[in-house]
């Protein structure tokens, strides 16, 4: 088990057995809240009601907030942070602008995942003062871990907006009292749930080498929002035994914003809630009317296909079907259109974000993520024959998102160029692949799961592709349910972790006994030259490297090429970050 997944199963033990060392558990008894066991998942949870099951679909089977929802207020896109900002900010929060969703301060991430991200390692770690105490923050975000889920659950999306509430504070003024009293308070006083309606749960989080207890705030179903109290540093930790307390303990909130306003309307999903003009073009400009009461009756239920959490995906399908009284393959057929049109819209929204940040499709790194959902936004469009222009849908999401985020319409040309550039080679690649699929087919070859995967991030065949070609001969073939996330898995593990591994044992000969490198590229933004002390210089392959005490340069990392510039009148053509030490290779 890898140190992280052990550490959080320790944590969830631990607190589980301790709740007190680890929850203001007299405050929420103070509410009229019960401490009680899921008799599904075992999960320890809090609620008014005495209940059987906790919130969560898996173990209530369904949203049943659809078309009835408990909340009284209904929040658009954009007042649910306009909203939660001016409750807060009489609570003493400070609202902050989203970073950049594209991270270029982190060397492991390629895109904004979190909003706590911005704020780690060197907030959370003490080295950078907060903008305040307490904040609040709309950060714009980008997962690719759920690809497959997109547009079938209804909750699942390549971008979201994760509205935080943080706290940076010292130990002795840390409050998770208050934390959780503030945004119950948003919930039942805002949005109006009845206290009666929310179920809090325990859990653990970790990540970006801190951990934490967690409670998870649920309703009818659907998760809102999951506060993480960290309180650990696990960098140099192998189990919980290594676990040193923060100097600065944090308070991570994330509240999907688009699940708020979804739970506040009641709707069909949260497509249709936070994206409601761009959905409706994309159904009339594909001419296509669905079987709007079929889908009615599945959305309580689709999330129960989530992929993450479903040993059998089929089987899963055939309960559904069961559920609502119509056949597997006749239920998948209708809703197959649907969730296309929903993730057009989902994908689409993915793009403009990535792109008006400075990030590209291509083949590397983060940006592969971009060309497979583009690609798979294409996919849609060719397979049901519609007329849908990418570039149009791209201006749509401007209109609807420019409140929240007023310069989103910066560089709107240049973002519907390479939308246009992309689909152009988009369709100059689909003869190519027909040929090959062709030739696949007459075979009547064969395909392990990472066949499809490695044919398809080397020529961009997807296993439907494959099928088509398949069916027209008489010939079957399986193939993975969860071909992209399957995809994105094998892609960052191969290009991401593996690239940074294979830099440290190539230099490690020459960086044994440096210091680390001080960043200073992050403290002094627009500073252009300084002074700094040549620690080590060496040939490596016939290229010159150097090694600085402290560095201006920042480093080819986050979807960002390097700086470039001179070191002692010599010109630095490239700078690479391994471990913790800049290297500036020089001419």
Same mark, same amino acid.
């Given at each position: 088990?890898?140190?992280?997944?052990?550490?959080?199963?320790?944590?969830?033990?631990?607190?589980?057995?301790?709740?007190?060392?680890?929850?203001?558990?007299?405050?929420?008894?103070?509410?009229?809240?019960?401490?009680?066991?899921?008799?599904?998942?075992?999960?320890?949870?809090?609620?008014?009601?005495?209940?059987?099951?906790?919130?969560?679909?898996?173990?209530?089977?369904?949203?049943?907030?659809?078309?009835?929802?408990?909340?009284?207020?209904?929040?658009?896109?954009?007042?649910?942070?306009?909203?939660?900002?001016?409750?807060?900010?009489?609570?003493?929060?400070?609202?902050?602008?989203?970073?950049?969703?594209?991270?270029?301060?982190?060397?492991?991430?390629?895109?904004?995942? +979190? /909003?706590?991200?911005?704020?780690?390692?060197?907030?959370?770690?003490?080295?950078?003062?907060?903008? #305040?105490?307490?904040?609040?923050?709309?950060?714009?975000?980008?997962?690719?871990?759920?690809?497959?889920?997109?547009?079938?659950?209804?909750?699942?999306?390549?971008?979201?907006?994760?509205?935080?509430?943080?706290?940076?504070?010292?130990?002795?003024?840390?409050?998770?009292?208050?934390?959780?009293?503030?945004?119950?308070?948003?919930?039942?006083?805002?949005?109006?749930? !009845?206290? =009666?309606?929310?179920?809090?749960?325990?859990?653990?989080?970790?990540?970006?080498?801190?951990?934490?207890? /967690?409670?998870?705030?649920?309703?009818?179903?659907?998760?809102?929002?999951?506060?993480?109290?960290?309180?650990?540093?696990?960098?140099?930790?192998?189990?919980?035994?290594?676990?040193? &307390?923060?100097?600065?303990?944090?308070?991570?909130?994330?509240?999907?914003?688009?699940?708020?306003?979804?739970?506040?309307?009641?709707?069909?999903?949260?497509?249709?809630?936070?994206?409601?003009?761009?959905?409706?073009?994309?159904?009339?400009?594909?001419?296509?009317?669905?079987?709007?009461?079929?889908?009615?009756?599945?959305?309580?239920?689709?999330?129960?296909?989530?992929?993450?959490?479903?040993?059998?995906? =089929?089987?899963?399908?055939?309960?559904?079907?069961?559920?609502?009284?119509?056949?597997?393959?006749?239920?998948?057929?209708?809703?197959?259109?649907?969730?296309?049109?929903?993730?057009?819209?989902?994908?689409?929204?993915?793009?403009?974000? #990535?792109?008006?940040?400075?990030?590209? !499709?291509?083949?590397?790194?983060?940006?592969?993520?971009?060309?497979?959902?583009?690609?798979?936004?294409?996919?849609?469009?060719?397979?049901?024959?519609?007329?849908?222009?990418?570039?149009?849908?791209?201006?749509?999401?401007?209109?609807?998102?420019?409140?929240?985020?007023?310069?989103?319409?910066?560089?709107?040309?240049?973002?519907?160029?390479?939308?246009?550039?992309?689909?152009?080679?988009?369709?100059?690649?689909?003869?190519?692949?027909?040929?090959?699929?062709?030739?696949? +087919?007459?075979?009547?070859?064969?395909?392990?799961?990472?066949?499809?995967?490695?044919?398809?991030?080397?020529?961009?065949?997807?296993?439907? =592709?494959?099928?088509?070609?398949?069916?027209?001969?008489?010939?079957?073939?399986?193939?993975?349910?969860?071909?992209?996330?399957?995809?994105? &898995?094998?892609? &960052?593990?191969?290009?991401?972790?593996?690239?940074?591994? +294979?830099?440290? &044992?190539?230099?490690?000969?020459?960086?044994?006994?440096?210091?680390?490198?001080?960043? =200073?590229?992050?403290?002094?933004?627009?500073?252009?030259?300084?002074?700094?002390?040549?620690?080590?210089?060496?040939?490596?392959?016939? /290229?010159?490297?150097?090694?600085?005490?402290?560095?201006?340069?920042?480093?080819?990392?986050?979807?960002?090429?390097?700086?470039?510039?001179?070191?002692?009148?010599?010109?630095?053509?490239?700078?690479?970050?391994?471990?913790?030490?800049?290297?500036?290779?020089?001419?």
């Amino acid at each position: 088990m890898k140190k992280e997944k052990l550490i959080k199963k320790q944590l969830i033990e631990e607190a589980s057995a301790n709740p007190e060392k680890y929850f203001p558990v007299e405050m929420l008894k103070s509410l009229g809240f019960i401490r009680q066991q899921c008799s599904k998942c075992g999960v320890m949870f809090y609620s008014t009601q005495k209940r059987e099951v906790c919130g969560d679909t898996s173990c209530v089977g369904e949203y049943s907030f659809i078309h009835n929802t408990p909340a009284k207020t209904s929040l658009e896109f954009s007042e649910v942070y306009e909203e939660f900002s001016k409750f807060m900010s009489k609570r003493g929060y400070t609202p902050v602008k989203r970073f950049p969703i594209v991270a270029r301060w982190r060397d492991d991430l390629d895109f904004n995942i +979190a /909003s706590i991200i911005g704020f780690q390692p060197y907030v959370t770690k003490g080295v950078v003062e907060p903008p #305040a105490k307490l904040v609040t923050i709309p950060q714009n975000c980008l997962r690719f871990g759920d690809i497959d889920n997109v547009g079938y659950t209804g909750r699942h999306g390549t971008n979201f907006v994760m509205v935080g509430q943080l706290a940076f504070q010292e130990p002795q003024n840390y409050d998770q009292a208050k934390y959780i009293t503030d945004l119950l308070d948003f919930f039942t006083q805002v949005v109006q749930i !009845p206290i =009666d309606e929310i179920q809090l749960h325990e859990d653990a989080w970790v990540g970006g080498g801190d951990c934490g207890p /967690s409670i998870e705030f649920f309703s009818r179903g659907l998760e809102l929002a999951n506060q993480v109290y960290m309180m650990y540093d696990m960098s140099e930790a192998d189990d919980i035994s290594g676990l040193k &307390e923060l100097t600065t303990k944090v308070l991570d909130m994330g509240m999907g914003l688009e699940r708020v306003s979804w739970f506040s309307k009641g709707s069909v999903n949260q497509y249709d809630a936070t994206m409601p003009n761009v959905c409706s073009k994309l159904f009339e400009q594909a001419n296509f009317e669905p079987n709007w009461k079929l889908y009615e009756q599945f959305l309580p239920f689709s999330g129960n296909l989530n992929l993450d959490e479903v040993e059998n995906i =089929d089987d899963a399908w055939e309960e559904v079907a069961k559920q609502i009284g119509v056949d597997r393959q006749e239920l998948k057929s209708q809703i197959e259109p649907i969730a296309g049109i929903y993730s057009l819209a989902d994908h689409t929204k993915t793009l403009l974000y #990535a792109l008006h940040d400075g990030a590209l !499709p291509s083949s590397v790194k983060g940006g592969y993520n971009l060309r497979l959902v583009l690609r798979r936004a294409m996919d849609f469009i060719t397979k049901f024959n519609w007329n849908i222009n990418l570039v149009d849908v791209i201006a749509w999401h401007i209109e609807e998102v420019e409140k929240l985020y007023p310069d989103i319409k910066e560089n709107i040309e240049n973002i519907q160029r390479i939308i246009a550039h992309e689909v152009e080679k988009y369709y100059d690649h689909q003869l190519k692949v027909q040929i090959k699929t062709q030739g696949f +087919a007459k075979q009547n070859k064969q395909f392990e799961e990472n066949n499809f995967i490695k044919l398809y991030i080397s020529e961009g065949i997807t296993p439907d =592709d494959i099928v088509k070609e398949y069916v027209k001969l008489g010939n079957s073939l399986k193939i993975p349910t969860n071909f992209f996330t399957l995809v994105t &898995e094998y892609f &960052e593990q191969h290009q991401g972790g593996g690239k940074k591994q +294979a830099l440290k &044992e190539e230099f490690e000969q020459y960086l044994e006994g440096i210091s680390p490198t001080i960043l =200073d590229f992050y403290t002094h933004t627009n500073t252009f030259e300084d002074e700094s002390e040549i620690v080590k210089e060496f040939v490596h392959n016939n /290229s010159t490297y150097i090694v600085l005490d402290k560095t201006l340069f920042y480093p080819t990392m986050g979807g960002q090429a390097c700086d470039l510039g001179y070191i002692d009148g010599r010109e630095v053509i490239d700078v690479l970050k391994v471990g913790e030490i800049i290297l500036h290779k020089v001419k």
